[in-house]
T-cell receptor, first 113, second 116 residues
Framework: AQKVTQAQTEISVVEKEDVTLDCVYETRDTTYYLFWYKQPPSGELVFLIRRNSFDEQNEISGRYSWNFQKSTSSFNFTITASQVVDSAVYFC??????????FGSGTRLQVQP | DAGVTQSPTHLIKTRGQQVTLRCSPK?????VSWYQQALGQGPQFIFQYYEEEERQRGNFPDRFSGHQFPNYSSELNVNALLLGDSALYLCASTPNVAGGPGETQYFGPGTRLLVL
């Protein structure tokens, strides 16, 4: 069985601060995919990034960056110079064999102006 | 290019009733998955359909059933509604990659179901 843990329930920062959202996962499969999704108040889950288990290269996309470490089973997400529009609930998720996504409980990020 | 669409957006039912939710996948996507998201929690997987067959099922009772049509659209049916079925129901579609489901699921806006 798969498990995803997001220990941070809620984070509040002031605009322009950097913030890191933690994600720890568990799986016995050697081939798996990790994801981050953003859920704004409207409710729709917006796909941000996908990583496969064989690619530990970190990725940067604008103000977003992701750090994948198999040794600690972590897939952390950093927002640099946060903005009010970043306020949302962020979910980390795991899938194996292209099947169901197992989600963490989410981290609510509030960016204050 | 339209994204994943779901209908209705909101629904109010009473206990014991039955409900049908609908989902149309993105163009070029042939796999549809359904999730239930209770307030303040992460989405929970209900089931996944591919080639009109249920490919995988989560830990939900038989009251939850589904169907996929030849045009890849899908329905989620819930019978004998309980108060605890109140949630946001999310549909996700996956593109076809090399003859099978791809890795990334793209979500629709969801249907908010309230059971009174």
């Amino acid at each position: 069985a798969q498990k995803v843990t997001q220990a941070q329930t809620e984070i509040s920062v002031v605009e322009k601060e950097d913030v890191t959202l933690d994600c720890v996962y568990e799986t016995r499969d050697t081939t798996y995919y990790l994801f981050w999704y953003k859920q704004p108040p409207s409710g729709e889950l917006v796909f941000l990034i996908r990583r496969n288990s064989f690619d530990e290269q970190n990725e940067i996309s604008g103000r977003y960056s992701w750090n994948f470490q198999k040794s600690t089973s972590s897939f952390n997400f950093t927002i640099t110079a946060s903005q009010v529009v970043d306020s949302a609930v962020y979910f980390c998720a795991l899938s194996v064999r292209r099947r169901a996504l197992t989600f963490g409980s989410g981290t609510r990020l509030q960016v204050q102006p | 290019d339209a994204g994943v669409t779901q209908s209705p957006t909101h629904l109010i039912k009473t206990r014991g009733q039955q409900v049908t939710l609908r989902c149309s996948p993105k163009s070029g996507h042939d796999t549809v998955s359904w999730y239930q998201q209770a307030l303040g929690q992460g989405p929970q997987f209900i089931f996944q359909y591919y080639e009109e067959e249920e490919r995988q099922r989560g830990n939900f009772p038989d009251r939850f059933s589904g169907h996929q049509f030849p045009n890849y659209s899908s329905e989620l049916n819930v019978n004998a509604l309980l108060l605890g079925d109140s949630a946001l129901y999310l549909c996700a579609s996956t593109p076809n990659v090399a003859g099978g489901p791809g890795e990334t699921q793209y979500f629709g806006p969801g249907t908010r179901l309230l059971v009174l």
